[in-house]
């Protein structure tokens, strides 16, 4: 497999859309990336933890604050 690096200018923040821009400047990544899709943006939306989550990783999560996860993505 060949190895790609990518080599971005950071002059300005690096955001989602900026380094989208920088790998479809970049040629040996170009042939790697077959598809980009721009979505409105909108509100989120939360689920609570799957009974399939393990225990610990719940706990965890819940120490760090975040008591849902995102099922909209």
């Known amino acids: ?3 790609h690096r990518l080599k971005l200018q950071t002059n300005n923040a690096l955001t989602i859309p900026r380094i989208v821009e920088e790998l479809k400047k970049q040629q040996n990544i170009q ?4 598809h980009v899709e721009h979505f409105a943006a909108r509100e989120a939306q939360f689920a609570d933890f799957p009974a399939s989550i393990d225990a610990a990783l719940r706990e965890l999560l819940k120490r760090l604050g975040i008591e849902r996860l995102y099922c909209h993505q």
């Open 31 to 34: 042939q790697c990336v077959t």
């Open 1 to 3: 497999m060949a190895e």
